[in-house]
């Protein structure tokens, strides 16, 4: 059960902007990217419409695992400054407007961290998970400390799992705490302290990392969902107007569970990956072969449909109601980015103008309001490649601000990069494109405009009817705005009764017409029609 307070306005209202820290800005001409350098470059957020920036982890750590591997909860990385730099970088932000959330690494530390290298060395703690056996279970690593016995990981080895139980535990394998022993109670008390820490400092919320994996062992998540739903709880009581953003990709049980939003993600089964997949991923860039094959609709051949996405799409809204919302990403950290592989430059329009209007909360990652593009090939860098078809470095490459010096990436030395610019000699980049109002940068602020300006375009607030869901793809926002995409290079015709259509004025409109009942759209056609004249 869910708490009775409604979703905070401002993140109904929002238009979330990723940042990924390392590749964003360098102020300081290091080659890795750091607060000093977003704060630098929050005008162009602000400029874009951007009002909601999260920023993937940024605390202390190893980074064996781009900072997914945390050893201080409560203080920052030295690579991008300090807690004082990310003080003014939040007090910058919200004098634009712009709010910040933190990305909660909850389900798992690094094996440097103070908690773990204490639990190695005394077999009385029980913050983690040990299995103190000849034999190794399956999935656990060797203790490193003088405590015998094998510790659980979460995702790499260097990431020990914090204990928050199992849902069913069995005698014959006593590291199967229940979810209220001293272990578990402990980690949910240190949760609730990191939160309050940061949001008292002037964060507005977090994106939870796994945050289905906390309770092992979990048919259903049903104790991970009463976890979450406790700390929610806690939340209302102690910052009203925080706001909790989930990596689970299942919003129709993330937001029963608590979460105030929850993304749709490429990954998991037909159920979980397929909404995002049959939307975006061409199967090119990041892949994974234990996904299940899907045609994409954003596909220039016209392989796939709207329909993967539609479906799940109904029966999450079916099941959450008003209680949170779907959150849909063009890409992120961790899969392609929507320029990838074939698809070219001129698809990306038709992209952003169904992103912007469909009622879902909006997630840009950065680089993708210029059509960045996916770059293969790259060296792994701080646990970025998975397998052969799922190198995650090639969506992590540097922010294109200028094509002549990149501010500050481009200057350092080689050997000091964080990652590779683009080679391209033709890449997108920000300074280029906003000189150009027929840019994709421009079209994106516009629709954010748009969107922003127009309860009927905002989040879940306007009524959706879908007129058509094949070629053109056609739909109306709140009883107003009509929407037409055509994502595949084909032209593409559609006879439709609509009593406002022939005085429909052209809001966004690239190769599409309306005449005598008729739309006509050109092969990556799209349009906003406001059919209020």
Request: negative net charge.
């Amino acid at each position: 059960m869910t708490s009775d307070r409604a979703v905070p306005s401002w993140l109904t209202g929002a238009v979330l902007y990723q940042i990924y820290p390392q590749s964003f800005a360098d102020s300081n001409g290091d080659g890795i990217g750091d607060f000093n350098g977003i704060t630098e470059r929050l005008d162009h957020l602000a400029w874009l419409g951007v009002n909601t920036v999260w920023l993937n982890p940024c605390f202390a750590s190893p980074f064996r695992d781009a900072g997914y591997d945390i050893s201080d909860y409560t203080s920052v990385a030295p690579r991008y400054g300090t807690n004082d730099d990310l003080a003014k970088l939040v007090e910058a932000a919200g004098a634009r407007g712009i709010r910040v959330l933190l990305d909660l690494v909850a389900g798992h530390t690094s094996d440097q961290h103070p908690w773990f290298r204490d639990s190695a060395g005394d077999p009385s703690d029980h913050r983690y998970i040990w299995a103190e056996t000849e034999a190794r279970p399956e999935g656990f690593v060797r203790s490193p400390g003088t405590r015998p016995g094998f510790y659980l990981p979460n995702f790499f080895d260097s990431q020990p799992a914090l204990n928050f139980g199992y849902a069913r535990t069995d005698p014959a394998e006593p590291w199967r705490q229940p979810v209220d022993a001293e272990g578990p109670r402990a980690n949910r008390a240190a949760l609730r302290e990191v939160m309050d820490h940061w949001l008292a400092l002037g964060l507005s919320g977090f994106r939870v990392d796994m945050a289905a994996s906390l309770v092992k062992d979990d048919p259903g998540h049903v104790e991970t969902a009463k976890l979450w739903t406790e700390l929610r709880s806690w939340l209302d009581r102690a910052h009203p107007k925080a706001a909790l953003l989930s990596e689970w990709g299942d919003p129709a049980v993330a937001v029963p569970a608590g979460f105030h939003a929850d993304f749709f993600l490429q990954f998991g089964g037909p159920t979980v990956g397929r909404p995002l997949r049959s939307l975006w991923n061409n199967r090119h860039g990041i892949d994974n072969d234990d996904w299940d094959p899907v045609d994409c609709f954003f596909d220039a051949e016209g392989k796939g449909s709207p329909k993967p996405f539609l479906d799940a799409w109904r029966a999450a809204i079916e099941t959450i109601g008003g209680a949170g919302l779907i959150s849909l990403p063009t890409s992120n950290h961790d899969f392609a980015r929507l320029n990838c592989g074939p698809r070219a430059p001129e698809q990306l329009p038709a992209a952003f103008a169904f992103h912007l209007t469909w009622p879902t909360l909006p997630a840009i990652y950065y680089g993708d309001e210029i059509g960045m593009r996916y770059v293969p090939d790259l060296p792994d860098t701080e646990g970025s490649v998975l397998g052969p078809r799922y190198n995650r470095a090639g969506s992590r490459t540097p922010m294109q601000w200028d094509a002549r010096a990149n501010a500050g990436f481009s200057t350092a030395p080689a050997d000091r990069l964080y990652l590779p610019l683009d080679p391209a000699p033709d890449r997108p980049d920000v300074a280029t494109q906003k000189a150009d109002e027929t840019s994709l940068l421009h079209l994106v602020r516009r629709l954010i405009a748009l969107r922003t300006a127009h309860p009927e375009l905002l989040g879940p607030e306007g009524s959706l009817e879908v007129l058509n869901d094949g070629w053109p793809f056609v739909y109306v926002r709140g009883g107003r705005y009509l929407v037409v995409v055509n994502p595949r290079r084909a032209p593409a015709r559609l006879a439709i009764d609509h009593p406002g259509l022939a005085a429909a004025r052209p809001v966004e409109t690239e190769g599409v017409r309306t005449a005598d009942g008729t739309i006509s759209a050109d092969g990556f056609g799209y349009a906003v029609l406001d059919l209020a004249g």
